[in-house]
């Protein structure tokens, strides 16, 4: 099946420090990935569409800026959480679309926390 | 956006078979139904995708009638395991946006 690695699975640091957290396609490529944010008993929150090659789409209200998203090949994306404070502490989730339907499949998620 | 609706909560019993229906009254020609389970602290896990009629897989069932306006996932004989947070899905043009899910309590 299709498998979606994230690194790190948790990270803590401190605030005003930025944070990358990597997602990977490891057994097929993938020209779209997406990223959530997930807070205590709540849904997924769909942050950005991250194109391979191209811009990311963010959400409306997702600042560009400080969840900086690069896809540079086929099988990584990453999302680097720029100056980081603790309202950013949450669960980040990627997913990768894979087969002829589209389907979504995530990461594990990496949990972070901003002290 | 196929915006999605499900039952905040269900609770059940271990041994019961569970329905859980998704209303997506504006689904497109195009879009595929997929369902997933999600564990705390976990990443969502596909469950099963449909398009019509019925899917079956060795984890569940999906229903889904002529018109595409709702969908049932089935678990037969859940388990205490079982309880999590289920989530339908229907996407348009990777609009992948994701309701408010249903939280499965399977009971002793």
């Known amino acids: 099946g299709a498998v979606v690695s994230q690194h790190p699975s948790r990270v803590i640091c401190k605030s005003g420090t930025s944070v990358k957290i990597e997602c990977r396609s490891l057994?097929?490529?993938?020209?779209?990935m997406f990223w959530y944010r997930q807070f205590p008993k709540q849904s997924l929150m769909l942050m950005a569409t991250?194109?391979?090659?191209?811009?990311?789409?963010?959400e409306q209200g997702v600042e560009k800026d400080k969840f900086l998203i690069n896809h540079a090949s086929l099988t990584l994306s990453t999302l680097t959480v720029t100056s980081a404070h603790p309202e950013d502490s949450s669960f980040y989730i990627c997913?990768?679309?894979?087969?002829?339907?589209?389907?979504?499949?995530f990461g594990p998620g990496t949990r972070l926390l901003v002290l | 956006l196929a915006k999605t609706t499900q039952p905040i909560s269900m609770d059940s019993y271990e041994g019961q078979e569970v329905n859980i229906t998704c209303s997506h009254n504006?689904?497109?020609?195009?879009?595929?139904i997929t369902w997933y389970q999600q564990f705390p602290s976990q990443g969502p896990r596909f469950i099963i995708q449909?398009?019509?009629t019925k899917v079956t897989n060795e984890v569940a069932s999906l229903f889904i009638p002529a018109d595409r306006k709702s969908s049932t996932l089935s678990l037969p004989r859940v388990s205490l395991s079982d309880t999590a947070v289920y989530y339908c899905?229907?996407?348009?043009?990777?609009?992948?946006?994701f309701g408010a899910g249903t939280r499965l309590t399977v009971k002793p």
């Open positions: 504006n689904i497109a020609t195009n879009d595929y």
């Open positions: 449909g398009y019509k």
């Open positions: 991250s194109n391979e090659g191209s811009k990311a789409t963010y």
């Open positions: 057994d097929f490529q993938a020209t779209t």
């Open positions: 997913s990768a679309i894979a087969g002829s339907q589209e389907t979504q499949y």
């Open positions: 899905l229907v996407a348009r043009n990777n609009d992948m946006r």
